[in-house]
């Protein structure tokens, strides 16, 4: 079993920053593809950042590139999300969730695990 758990959302004024972090626990996630997924009230769940499991292949939604960054640090066992320039649209519940494999995938279907979210409201 593997526990993921999302710290780092809150209420910001469009045009800040705030940084995600998610924390596993149970097993190591260190040799699997990573997710940053959203899901804003009245909208289907999307994949806003995601990353293969040796950090070396980052891809972006596009409403989000060049704004968000995901990273990871395996010796930690942690994924980021470091948010810039945010905007209203932005607003959504923020989920991690853990891949079986080693490369990354927009697809929800091929994450295993998922944290409870953290919620981000970015005010205009």
């Known amino acids: 079993q593997v526990q993921l758990v999302e710290s780092g959302g809150g209420l910001v004024q469009a045009g800040g920053s705030l940084r995600l972090s998610c924390a596993a626990s149970?097993?190591?996630?260190?040799?699997?593809?990573m997710g940053w997924s959203r899901q804003a009230p009245g909208k289907e769940r999307e994949f806003a950042a995601t990353?293969?499991?040796?950090?070396?292949?980052?891809n972006y939604a596009d409403s989000v590139k060049g704004r968000f960054t995901i990273s990871r640090d395996n010796a930690k066992n942690t994924v980021y999300l470091q948010m810039n320039s945010l905007k209203p649209e932005d607003t959504a519940v923020y989920y991690c969730?853990?891949?079986?494999?080693?490369?990354?995938?927009?697809?929800?279907?091929?994450?295993?695990?998922w944290g409870q979210g953290t919620q981000v409201t970015v005010s205009s």
């Open positions: 969730a853990r891949s079986p494999y080693s490369t990354a995938s927009a697809n929800r279907q091929l994450y295993d695990y």
């Open positions: 990353i293969s499991a040796s950090g070396g292949l980052t």
């Open positions: 149970g097993r190591t996630v260190g040799s699997y593809a």
